[in-house]
């Protein structure tokens, strides 16, 4: 293992360090089992399946919820030397603030993939109640994969966050606001898909929805987004192009500001 690799893994560590006792973090990820609870019960109630539950929980427990979840982690993290006036002393040992940045931001995706991960599980909780689970692994996979793209399609969140520096109330209502603008465009595009098309493209929330869709069996109803899909590898390549661009504008952002 190179000492770059070495130290980064380090601070990844350090930082799992400091928020092991952050009650929020805990919260946080049983806050995947929230919407679950109530979505079986509606499914039970309208005898849906699986997959119907499954998207639903992807919708509301994941493209809603965890953006603003993400948003408030983003907070604890990166005002947590500010409030405690420990920054200037671990610049001094010498760490760099990239690497620093670096590894706050690996512990939100490693967090962004438990919550998503957690909340597969409720949702085969929930398939069992209704009638019938299948293709596990392959929502595991797909779960592993929602994680990260969420992630980073939280991170111009993120920037703004560590741009602006200012009170956690701050943040949680950038993250909301975010989450919830990203929401209503998907809620759109579901039902006029032709009217919202060019800034679902743009969005990376939308985005992910609109790779998600065809990874399974388009029902009838739904027949009628598919002109609007996109492929897994424009999706990726997309999300690449944010998440290097964003990456780089935070660690400038980050960098340049006074301690």
Known sequence: MSPEVAGLLDLLICEFLKIKRQKFIRLSLMAAFLFPIPLTILMAKDRMNFDQLFRANVMFGELLLLPCILGVIASILFFMERDHDTLKNLITVPVSRTKIVLAKLLVMTILSILY????????????????????IIYRLGISIVLGILIMVATLPVVAVIVYFNKSYIFSILVSFIYAVVSFVIIIMFSSTPQMVNSIASILPIPIIIKWYIPLFPIEDALAYVKPYLITTSACFGIFGIYAVVSVCLTAFIYTRKEI
Do not use: N
């Open 116 to 135: 998503t991960v957690a909340a597969l599980g409720a949702s085969i909780i929930g398939g069992l109640i209704v009638g019938g689970v299948e293709g």
